[in-house]
Nanobody, 120 residues
Framework: QVQLVESGGGLVQPGGSLRLSCVVS????????MGWYRRAPGKRRELVAA???????DYADSAKGRFAISRDNAKNTVYLQMNSLKPEDTAVYYC??????????????WGQGTQVTVSS
């Protein structure tokens, strides 16, 4: 069974940094895209950052200049480096991946979510 396993959330003070990690585990053929979404209390889920198979990236305006997404293809892992964190970054962060499984099926996966809390 293919799944996403996230780690790296926690409590951080304003201005601090965190790095989230997400590993694709299980038998896969390829990864088309991986990214991070978040859902803050009372708000809709929104895209934070995404990286595509060709290496291009996409960021929410709120993340530009502060967050950086990267991938380690050898480890089937995507990272989100978050710097200069603000209280409004507080949310549950979800990893997302569009993969082709070992059975050659295109599948969209979601992680279980990891809480990021920015507070003094």
């Amino acid at each position: 069974q293919v799944q996403l396993v996230e780690s790296g959330g926690g409590l951080v003070q304003p201005g601090g940094s965190l790095r989230l990690s997400c590993v694709v585990s299980g038998s896969i053929f390829s990864i088309n895209a991986m990214g991070w979404y978040r859902r803050a209390p009372g708000k809709r889920r929104e895209l934070v950052a995404a990286m595509y198979s060709v290496g291009s990236t996409d960021y929410a305006d709120s993340a530009k200049g502060r967050f950086a997404i990267s991938r380690d293809n050898a480890k089937n892992t995507v990272y989100l480096q978050m710097n200069s964190l603000k209280p409004e970054d507080t949310a549950v962060y979800y990893c997302n991946a569009d993969i082709i499984s070992g059975q050659m099926v295109l599948t969209t996966l979601w992680g279980q979510g990891t809480q990021v809390t920015v507070s003094s």
